[in-house]
């Protein structure tokens, strides 16, 4: 056992409440993907305390979508529309870096990170490096997606994921909860599976280096 999983067996292990217990474990399943770094951890300990077969499968799923999306990797690809009804696809964009940002407009976290996307796009315009925001919203808000980008004024590149979180895409990278950036370097591979938000500094400091 990692000394992290060790750490977090140990906490778990005095919790007494079981919706606390319910509650914890939720959150171990939706780490697998969020926190990659860790996702052998909490597979680990998703698989020691949960008995339900369907909730361990759906967890394995998850372990396997980020390990097959770890760094270095190739990305898995997408084809999904933008505004204008075109299809859009990543292999379009080999040469350059790809920051993805994956939203919806029901995701209050997700709009506010809007402002400060906008502001790296300012920052690395005519940089090597495109911005993409794939939205996971149901087919029925696709009017209320294109009346946001308006009124947002949302600059980039913006697509609408085909099947919302089902989209190949997204399930390809195990993505459970949003907002959820990815990097892809210009020759397709993965730099950060989940990278930080556009409001963390480190975020425009790491681009700031990358594209010297």
């Known amino acids: 056992k990692t000394e992290g999983s060790v750490l977090m067996n140990d906490v778990f292990s005095k919790i007494k409440t079981k919706p606390l217990k319910i509650d914890v474990l939720i959150s171990f399943y939706y780490s697998i993907s969020n926190k990659p770094e860790k996702s052998d ?6 698989r020691q305390y949960v008995t339900n077969s369907e909730f361990l499968k759906e967890a394995k799923k998850q372990w396997k979508s980020v390990k097959s999306t770890s760094k270095g990797k190739k990305s898995p690809q997408f084809k999904f529309e933008d505004i204008n009804g075109n299809k859009v696809e990543l292999s379009s964009f080999e040469g350059k870096y790809v920051f993805i940002d994956v939203w ?14 906008k502001d790296l796009e300012k920052k690395f315009e005519g940089k090597n490096i495109v911005f993409i925001g794939i939205s996971v919203d ?4 696709k009017e209320l997606w294109k009346k946001t980008i308006r ?3 949302m600059k980039g590149i913006q697509l609408f994921a085909d ?12 993505i459970a909860s949003i907002p959820r950036f990815i990097l892809i370097d210009p020759q397709g591979k993965i730099v950060n599976s989940n990278m930080s938000k556009p409001s963390d500094k480190k975020t425009e400091n790491f681009l700031q280096q990358l594209l010297k």
């Open 104 to 117: 919806a407009t029901w995701c209050m976290p997700c709009l506010q990170q809007i402002p400060y996307m």
């Open 138 to 141: 149901k087919k029925d808000k």
């Open 151 to 153: 009124e947002k004024e």
């Open 163 to 174: 099947k919302s979180f089902d989209s190949n895409f997204i399930k390809s990278y195990g």
């Open 41 to 46: 951890d909490y597979y680990k300990l998703f």
